[in-house]
């Protein structure tokens, strides 16, 4: 199932492929989806709040569906302790968190927030509660958590694709 389609000021309804768009605060980094979404994790984790300044919210979608349509911005850093040697993309310009990658999966994910509205996605639930911050409460949101992360591949696609 697609998502509902999300144009861009410019992009034509006649370009089937894109199913949504998204990018960075300044724009050096703009991106477009042309397939299916995850529902979005909430990410508690150390690493992920302090990439993004608080807990990740992220989408993932097939490698092959993420199109890159400006990348001049685009930076990788190797998050320093992730269990899955994880990369983060982020846009050199403006310091907006978008993406995550670790080598052996399927999937990248994308910061739920640089997605362009409306998005159609719902969240799914909370990651690595166990490291979250203590300066907020967990929303009492009858959401599943988890102490860790999904662990392997399988974990992830057995979340809804939107
Ligand atoms: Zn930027
Ligand atoms: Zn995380």
């Known amino acids: 199932m697609k998502a509902r389609v999300v144009l861009e000021k410019g992009q034509r309804l006649d370009d089937p492929g894109t199913v949504a768009t998204g990018r960075c605060l300044c724009g050096a980094v703009r991106y477009e989806v042309r397939g299916p979404m995850r529902d979005v994790l909430i990410c508690h984790c150390v690493e992920c709040r302090r990439s993004g300044g608080h807990v990740g919210a992220y989408t993932a979608v097939d490698r092959g569906d993420l199109a890159l349509v400006e990348q001049r911005g685009l930076r990788w850093f190797d998050s320093p302790d992730s269990d899955l040697d994880a990369r983060r993309g982020f846009c050199?310009?403006?310091?907006?968190?978008?993406?995550?990658?670790?080598?052996?999966?399927?999937?990248?994910?994308?910061?739920?927030?640089?997605?362009?509205?409306?998005?159609?996605?719902?969240?799914?639930?909370?990651?690595?509660?166990?490291?979250?911050?203590?300066?907020?409460r967990l929303a009492d949101d009858g959401l599943p958590r988890r102490s860790r992360g999904g662990g392997n591949e399988s974990d992830v696609t057995s979340l809804e694709m939107r």
């Open 92 to 136: 050199a310009e403006c310091g907006s968190s978008l993406f995550w990658d670790s080598p052996g999966r399927a999937t990248i994910s994308i910061a739920a927030g640089t997605l362009d509205g409306p998005t159609g996605l719902r969240t799914a639930g909370h990651w690595y509660i166990s490291q979250a911050g203590d300066y907020y």
